[in-house]
C-alpha cells in the first residue's frame, strides 16, 4: 500500500520561505511521477509542479505559471522524499498543499488531478500579510 505523508507547512510572514516534505512508503519515489497541487478553501484543486522523466532518463520538472521562479522541486531517492522549496511566499499561496504520486510519466506535464494515482492527506501553509 502506498502511503505519502507530507509535512512542513505552517504559518510564515508576507515574503518568507517554507519547505514542504513529501515521504512515501510502498513505492519507490524514482520511479514514480510526482506532483505538488494545493486547494485554497473554496476552490478547485490547483496545479503547482511535476517531476516525471523523458525518455533518457532525466528528469523534467514543469511549473505552473504562479511558481515559477519562486518554488523549487526536488527529490533524495535515498530518503524516498521529495521537498517544495517555497520562497518569497504572498497570502495567496495560503492552501492546503497535496503531493501526489503516478507510476506512469506520461503525459510529460501532469498537471491534472486525475492524472495521479496516489495522494498524501495534504499540509497547511497560511502566508500572512
Known amino acids: 500500500q502506498v502511503q505519502l505523508v507530507e509535512s512542513g507547512g505552517g504559518l510564515v510572514q508576507a515574503g518568507g520561505s517554507l519547505r514542504l516534505s513529501c515521504a512515501a512508503s510502498?513505492?519507490?519515489?524514482?520511479?514514480?511521477?510526482m506532483g505538488w497541487f494545493r486547494q485554497a478553501t473554496g476552490k478547485e484543486r490547483e496545479f503547482v509542479t511535476s517531476i516525471t522523466w523523458d525518455p533518457s532518463r532525466t528528469d523534467y520538472r514543469y511549473y505552473a505559471d504562479h511558481a515559477k521562479g519562486r518554488i523549487t522541486f526536488s527529490r533524495d531517492n535515498a530518503k524516498n522524499t521529495v521537498y517544495l522549496e517555497m520562497n518569497s511566499l504572498k497570502p495567496e499561496d495560503t492552501a492546503l498543499y497535496y503531493c501526489?504520486?503516478?507510476?506512469?510519466?506520461?503525459?510529460?506535464?501532469?498537471?491534472?488531478?486525475?492524472?495521479?494515482?496516489?495522494w498524501g492527506q495534504g499540509t497547511q501553509v497560511t502566508v500572512s500579510s
Open positions: 510502498g513505492r519507490t519515489l524514482s520511479s514514480s511521477a
Open positions: 501526489a504520486a503516478s507510476g506512469n510519466s506520461r503525459p510529460l506535464t501532469k498537471i491534472l488531478p486525475n492524472e495521479y494515482e496516489y
